[in-house]
């Protein structure tokens, strides 16, 4: 099974400034077959990037995605309120879906 | 608009057996693969499995194998994901979402998601 780790576990920041997040596998993950997903509270998570760099429906062009092999990065350019959550990565592979533990951005 | 309504909150007894239910309107059922992700209190996602609506092919996530079945319904564009000897540590909070698979492996669409709760 491969396995994410994403880095910070917590990142606190202010509106108006950059968050950059990492997600690393324990093997190299196909690009395609990777995704971030953000989740707010009492909500369910939505996707946010899918084939590690395409943005999906709905999401602002303020999210940006890239990486590939076991290196994969989201950047939030200029953080806007309602972009404090928590984000999961997520991998393909193996038939096996699998996610990060997450990395919760919070108001400084 | 494409949607997937999940059935209401279950209370289940150790070693019983639970039945979500997810029924998807707004798009083609069997176009897609639906999958299926739990969420513990306070923790993070993990995926149990999903179920391709064409054919009722299913991929479980090895931790679960064995106690998990996953099925659709075509006539009502419903899934089925039925967990049996339930533990404590099955409490959690069970989405379903429609499932991208082939090029991009992803999903797109969630639903609010079924509280499972496990308690003697």
């Given at each position: 099974?491969?396995?994410l780790?994403?880095?910070?576990?917590?990142?606190?920041?202010?509106?108006?400034?950059?968050a950059t997040l990492s997600c690393r596998a324990?093997?190299s993950v196909s690009s395609n077959y990777f995704a971030w997903y953000q989740?707010?509270?009492?909500?369910?998570?939505?996707p946010v990037i899918y084939g590690a760099s395409s943005r999906a429906t709905g999401i602002p062009d303020r999210f940006s995605g890239s990486g590939s092999g076991t290196e994969f990065t989201l950047t939030i350019s200029?953080?806007?309120?309602?972009?404090?959550?928590?984000y999961y990565c997520q991998q393909y592979?193996?038939?096996?879906?699998?996610?990060g533990?997450?990395?919760?951005?919070?108001?400084? | 608009?494409?949607?997937?309504?999940?059935?209401?909150?279950?209370?289940?007894?150790?070693?019983?057996?639970?039945?979500?239910?997810?029924?998807?309107?707004?798009?083609?059922?069997?176009?897609?693969?639906?999958?299926?992700?739990?969420?513990?209190?306070?923790?993070?996602?993990?995926?149990?499995?999903?179920?391709?609506?064409?054919?009722?092919?299913?991929?479980?996530?090895?931790?679960?194998?064995?106690?998990?079945?996953?099925?659709?319904?075509?006539?009502?564009?419903?899934?089925?994901?039925?967990?049996?000897?339930?533990?404590?540590?099955?409490?959690?909070?069970?989405?379903?979402?429609?499932?991208h698979?082939?090029h991009y492996n992803y999903?797109d669409?969630?639903?609010?998601?079924?509280?499972?709760?496990?308690?003697?």
């Amino acid at each position: 099974e491969i396995v994410l780790t994403q880095s910070p576990g917590t990142l606190s920041l202010s509106p108006g400034e950059r968050a950059t997040l990492s997600c690393r596998a324990s093997q190299s993950v196909s690009s395609n077959y990777f995704a971030w997903y953000q989740q707010k509270p009492g909500q369910a998570p939505r996707p946010v990037i899918y084939g590690a760099s395409s943005r999906a429906t709905g999401i602002p062009d303020r999210f940006s995605g890239s990486g590939s092999g076991t290196e994969f990065t989201l950047t939030i350019s200029r953080l806007e309120p309602e972009d404090f959550a928590v984000y999961y990565c997520q991998q393909y592979g193996s038939s096996q879906f699998t996610f990060g533990p997450g990395t919760k951005v919070d108001i400084k | 608009q494409v949607q997937l309504v999940q059935s209401g909150a279950e209370v289940k007894k150790p070693g019983a057996s639970v039945k979500v239910s997810c029924k998807a309107s707004g798009y083609t059922f069997i176009s897609y693969e639906i999958s299926w992700v739990r969420q513990a209190p306070g923790q993070g996602l993990e995926w149990m499995g999903w179920i391709s609506a064409y054919s009722g092919k299913t991929n479980y996530a090895q931790k679960l194998q064995g106690r998990v079945t996953m099925t659709t319904d075509t006539s009502t564009s419903t899934a089925y994901m039925e967990l049996r000897s339930l533990r404590s540590d099955d409490t959690a909070l069970y989405y379903c979402a429609r499932t991208h698979t082939g090029h991009y492996n992803y999903m797109d669409v969630w639903g609010k998601g079924t509280t499972v709760t496990v308690s003697s």
